[in-house]
């Protein structure tokens, strides 16, 4: 009865260990702006849906949109994510800073 116990365990943990992993899609350093995976954000219309998912993807605390002839301000911030924009609210350019 024990060797059947103990079989049962060993191959439970045996499978366990062959199930991949799922993917998490929170970036590795909260906080940190990444535009790794903001490609998709380029050539969209801006709207505040749009703004939430480049948060998400990038990991950035922030997101600042930049419109043509706006005046912004140029310190560095590792946590902003930056969405320049074009005459149209288009997305034209991503970056962080």
Known sequence: MF???LLAV????SLA????????SAPTT????????TSSIQ??????ELEQKAEQLSGAS??????????????YRADRLNLQLDSYDVVVRVHCG
């Open 30 to 37: 909260p906080g940190v702006c990444s535009t790794e995976r």
């Open 3 to 5: 060797k059947r116990s």
């Open 62 to 75: 922030t997101v600042r949109v930049l419109r043509p002839g706006q005046v912004i301000t140029r310190e």
């Open 43 to 48: 050539g969209h219309h801006i709207s505040p």
């Open 17 to 24: 260990a062959c199930v991949a992993p799922t993917q998490s």
């Open 10 to 13: 060993v191959v439970s943990g």
